[in-house]
Structure formats: structure tokens, C-alpha cells
Antibody, heavy 121, light 111 residues
Framework: QAQLVQSGSELKQPGASVKVSCKASGYSFTNYAMNWVRQAPGQGLEWMGWINTNTGNPTYAQAFTGRFVFSLDTSVSTAYLQIYSLKAEDTAVYYC??????????????WGQGTLVTVSS | QSVLTQPPSASGTPGQRVTISCSGSSSNIGSNTVNWYKQLPGTAPKLLIYSNSQRPSGVPDRVSGSKSGTSASLAISGLQSEDEADYYCAAWDDSLNGNWVFGGGTKLTVL
């Protein structure tokens, strides 16, 4: 069945960058959109945006423009989230999630197991 | 402040029925379908209900979802200890360039 496996936890200093991977298996990678969701410690879920796995075109939620970049490597069925100029407030668990719909349709299933990014000096 | 409004907490005893509400507006719940996710402590969210009332394979029929106007509800009957978790509603919001929006989450406690 469909599965998303994310890279491991990261500890970074402020100002550094980080790249989180999300490897898909059990389905055709380019048939589904890939979304990214953030969960700060003790907080709720926040949608970051999505990437069209056919065209590679990313769409970012308003709060995630500028320092956040979504990318793909379709040859290995993997999506990436890169965050530049890390700040303490970027400390959170980052999830990838598959969507059978494109843009405003569908639902998120499955989800990756999450990647904890900690930003601290 | 979340775009969709959920009660922060809910509780019930084993066997009881509980409902969790999710209130939105015409730009989200009023014009798009609602999905619900369940999150156990320290784990990733899991799809519980999609398209307002559809259950994915493996979700028991004691779990149900509904939508009316700009509000949605999740109901769990025959409450069990395994239902203790955080629950989130979500919907597409057509405002601005469009966004997925979540409720703030409801922590369900089984007493």
C-alpha cells in the first residue's frame, strides 16, 4: 500500500538551511499531489503548500513564501522541503502528505511519519 | 487563530457517544468538502473521514461525519480508550489564492 517515509530529525543552528526528504512507495508518484504540513510544538496543523508531481510546479501558502522551497526527484519518487535562513520559530515537525486531488480537492492520505527540525544555537 | 473553529477539548466515558464540531464560513466549509484527521500522541495524523462523511477502509462504522451549511461534525459512538487522541477538521478555503485550512484541534479524553 501507499507509504511515505521521511528523513530523520535535524538539529540546526539559526541561519543554516535544512532539506527534508519524503520518499513515496506503493503507488505511482506522479499521479498524486504532494503537500507539506507543519506542526509547531504543542500546536495544531498548518498547511504549507503543495507541489504538482507532474509539472514540478510548487504552490506556497502565504506564510511560507520566501525561505521555503518544494522540489522533486521523480526518478526516485521523492519530494523535498528545503528551508533557508532557519529561525528558532521554524522548530516544528514537518509532514509530507499525499493528496489524490489537485489544488483544492481531495484529502491527505497517507502522511509521512514526520521530521522534527530543531533550530537552536 | 485557526480559520476553522473547534472546541479545544471533549470527553466521554467508554460506550458513550461524543460529537466534535467544526465551524467555518462560506469560503471554506460552505463551498467545499470537509475531512477529519486523528492524531495519537507522538504520531502523524491519519485520515479518519473524507468528503464530509466517507470512511476510509479500516475506520469503524461507529465513526461518522456530517456537514450542514458552514459547519461540520464528527461523531464517535461506543467510545473506546483507543479513541483518545487529537482530532482536526480541514477544508479548502477559496479566499485569496486558495489554501487548505485546519481547525485548531480537539483533544478527546476517554474518562
Amino acid at each position: 500500500q501507499a507509504q511515505l517515509v521521511q528523513s530523520g530529525s535535524e538539529l540546526k543552528q539559526p541561519g543554516a538551511s535544512v532539506k527534508v526528504s519524503c520518499k513515496a512507495s506503493g503507488y505511482s508518484f506522479t499521479n498524486y499531489a504532494m503537500n507539506w504540513v507543519r506542526q509547531a510544538p504543542g500546536q495544531g496543523l498548518e498547511w504549507m503548500g503543495w507541489i504538482n508531481t507532474n509539472t514540478g510546479n510548487p504552490t506556497y501558502a502565504q506564510a511560507f513564501t520566501g525561505r521555503f522551497v518544494f522540489s522533486l526527484d521523480t526518478s526516485v519518487s521523492t519530494a523535498y522541503l528545503q528551508i533557508y535562513s532557519l529561525k528558532a520559530e521554524d522548530t516544528a515537525v514537518y509532514y509530507c502528505a499525499r493528496n489524490p486531488g489537485w489544488r483544492g480537492t481531495g484529502w491527505f492520505d497517507p502522511w509521512g511519519q514526520g521530521t522534527l527540525v530543531t533550530v537552536s544555537s | 487563530q485557526s480559520v476553522l473553529t473547534q472546541p479545544p477539548s471533549a470527553s466521554g466515558t467508554p460506550g458513550q457517544r461524543v460529537t466534535i464540531s467544526c465551524s467555518g464560513s462560506s469560503s471554506n466549509i460552505g463551498s467545499n468538502t470537509v475531512n477529519w484527521y486523528k492524531q495519537l500522541p507522538g504520531t502523524a495524523p491519519k485520515l479518519l473521514i473524507y468528503s464530509n462523511s466517507q470512511r476510509p477502509s479500516g475506520v469503524p462504522d461507529r465513526v461518522s461525519g456530517s456537514k450542514s451549511g458552514t459547519s461540520a461534525s464528527l461523531a464517535i459512538s461506543g467510545l473506546q480508550s483507543e479513541d483518545e487522541a487529537d482530532y482536526y477538521c480541514a477544508a479548502w478555503d477559496d479566499s485569496l489564492n486558495g489554501n487548505w485550512v485546519f481547525g485548531g484541534g480537539t483533544k478527546l479524553t476517554v474518562l
